[in-house]
């Protein structure tokens, strides 16, 4: 599958923005998605995921309460929408699949990786 990321952006702090990840060539309906991002200069970090067969979640501790994933009914589209953000929010942010049954947020169990979107929150 094939997955391509919309919506990053330029916002300020405490604003909003929803992230887009379509899947290209196949639905998510046997993936869980997850939603990383990576500072320049440090390692990617795991914000979100969502099992697609039961609609089960885990946040990341930095972002709980603020950011909510969330899959469209024809299983094609996931969303972050990313409310309250700060500085340290900034990064590029990539939508990721995995074929395993897991739902958490380890890098190396993902299997699909899309190009990413820029994030950049200013004060």
């Known amino acids: 599958v094939q997955l391509v990321e919309s919506g990053g952006g330029l916002v300020q702090s405490g604003g909003s923005l929803r992230l887009s990840c379509v899947a290209v060539g196949d639905d998510l309906e046997n993936y869980v998605i997850g939603w990383f991002r990576r500072v320049p200069g440090k390692e990617r970090e795991g914000v979100a995921c969502i099992k697609s067969q039961d609609g089960t979640i885990h946040y990341a501790p930095s972002v709980r309460g603020r950011f909510t994933i969330s899959l469209d009914n024809a299983k094609k589209v996931v969303f972050l929408q990313m409310n309250s953000l700060r500085r340290e929010d900034t990064a590029v942010y990539y939508c990721?699949?995995?074929?395993?049954?897991?739902?958490?947020?380890?890098?190396?169990?993902?299997?699909?990786w899309g190009q990413g979107t820029q994030v950049t929150v200013s004060s």
């Open positions: 990721a699949a995995s074929t395993r049954t897991l739902l958490d947020l380890y890098e190396g169990g993902y299997d699909y």
